[in-house]
């Protein structure tokens, strides 16, 4: 029997939260069932997609141009499925989705829409109200990576209801190779007696970190001897470090850059955080919970989907300074309770949000439409 050739319809395979499903989703489908491929429509192949093409992944790159509709984008599209017979055209995010969709008619090949996302704050796109109902009645399904994500297609982009399904994220790795934190305190001149809340994220005004600074001074007001660790980069860089500097917290709030393999911090952190204005399915949220660190998250997007308030963590309203710095204290007043939280978000994590439980699910998809076309 000959193996189902699913394509991946994206932009550029960066590091970035899509291009990370979609590598945790290329590496755990079924290679003896699935052909896996990606193509990428900016030109361009990122650092996710170069360490998939290093594991023996077939991945392409087609050349967008223009601000408009680029037809002959279409139209290359459209001879790679076919002279690659593809069978099924999986495509991540609106404009993939555009191209993909546009390149499969005529081809009976079927396609798949997956949203990954939104912006904030979420807006009705009147052009997409009109467009998007008829578009759907070419597409084979519909996903999205949270219950959130999935109301918001149907609320500000009028896909029909019935025919969007939830697929959450998931990941997989071993906590265990990043284990090794023996010189990260000494290296960051963290005291072994200080406690780390720590965030891994791009340095955005979406994320709100602004908030997340401001928590933290509250925080040190009760726990002094207490660090934030921010990982990663961004554009709000420059603004959130002279805002620790204007709040004279700058000697405990560390900003690490961009890391290639920013998990391995995450053995050194107490409590992690997310403070985003809106949120899909965090990655690395999810790491937090394969590491059996609480996390302490906004009531946005899929978070309350992810984090059960109380249970695996807590969750606080949006934009809410007080309550989030106040969650942070229930935490570090009472470890016993943290511990719990810790054991329980893994937990949870084991049960929804591997990278095996979402590739098992979207291939029930892959086989159920290659049955149906």
């Known amino acids: 029997m000959s193996k189902i050739k699913v394509l991946h319809v994206t932009f550029d395979m960066a590091i970035a939260g899509t291009e990370q499903v979609i590598r945790q989703l290329v590496e755990n489908t079924d290679q003896a069932q699935f052909e896996t491929s990606i193509i990428c429509l900016d030109g361009k192949v990122g650092e996710l997609g170069q360490e998939l093409i290093k594991k023996g992944f077939h991945i392409d790159k087609l050349d967008r141009t223009?601000?408009?509709?680029?037809?002959?984008?279409?139209?290359?599209?459209?001879?790679?499925?076919?002279?690659?017979?593809?069978?099924?055209?999986?495509?991540?995010?609106?404009?993939?989705?555009i191209y993909g969709?546009?390149?499969?008619?005529?081809?009976?090949?079927?396609?798949?829409?997956?949203?990954?996302?939104?912006?904030y704050p979420d807006s009705y796109k009147w052009k997409r109200m009109i467009l998007n109902p008829i578009l759907s009645l070419f597409t084979a399904s519909v996903t999205a990576i949270s219950k959130a994500t999935g109301e918001a297609l149907t609320k500000y982009e009028n896909f029909p209801k019935r025919k969007i399904q939830v697929i959450y994220n998931g990941i997989q790795f071993d906590p265990s190779s990043f284990s090794d934190h023996s010189n990260i305190?000494?290296?960051?001149?963290?005291?072994?007696?200080?406690?780390?809340?720590?965030?891994?994220?791009?340095?955005?005004?979406?994320?709100?970190?602004?908030?997340?600074?401001?928590?933290?001074?509250?925080?040190?007001?009760?726990?002094?001897?207490?660090?934030?660790?921010?990982?990663?980069?961004?554009?709000?860089?420059?603004?959130?470090?002279?805002?620790?500097?204007?709040l004279n917290i700058e000697s405990q709030v560390i900003f690490t850059g961009f890391k290639v393999n920013p998990q391995r911090y995450f053995s050194i952190i107490d409590v992690f955080l997310l403070s985003s204005l809106s949120e899909g399915t965090s990655m690395t949220l999810l790491e937090a919970m394969a590491f059996k660190k609480p996390a302490v998250v906004t009531n946005v997007g899929g978070n309350p989907e992810i984090v059960k308030n109380n249970e695996t963590g807590l969750v606080t309203p949006n934009s809410d300074r007080l309550a989030f710095a106040s969650a942070i204290n229930t935490l570090f007043n009472d470890s016993k309770y943290t511990s719990r939280l810790g054991q329980a978000c893994y937990q949870r994590y084991k049960q929804l949000f591997t990278a095996t439980k979402m590739a098992k699910e979207y291939q029930t998809l892959y086989n159920h439409l290659a049955e149906k076309y």
Request: with cysteine; hydrophobic share 35%.
């Open 185 to 246: 305190r000494t290296d960051l001149g963290i005291p072994v007696d200080a406690k780390i809340l720590g965030t891994i994220s791009r340095l955005d005004t979406i994320k709100n970190q602004t908030m997340m600074i401001e928590a933290f001074s509250d925080v040190l007001k009760l726990h002094p001897n207490t660090y934030l660790l921010i990982v990663g980069d961004g554009p709000e860089r420059t603004k959130l470090e002279n805002l620790t500097k204007s």
């Open 66 to 97: 223009g601000t408009g509709l680029d037809i002959a984008l279409i139209k290359d599209l459209r001879n790679y499925i076919k002279q690659n017979d593809i069978r099924i055209l999986h495509c991540h995010q609106y404009t993939p989705y």
């Open 101 to 119: 969709l546009f390149a499969s008619l005529g081809t009976r090949v079927p396609v798949i829409f997956t949203e990954h996302g939104r912006f």
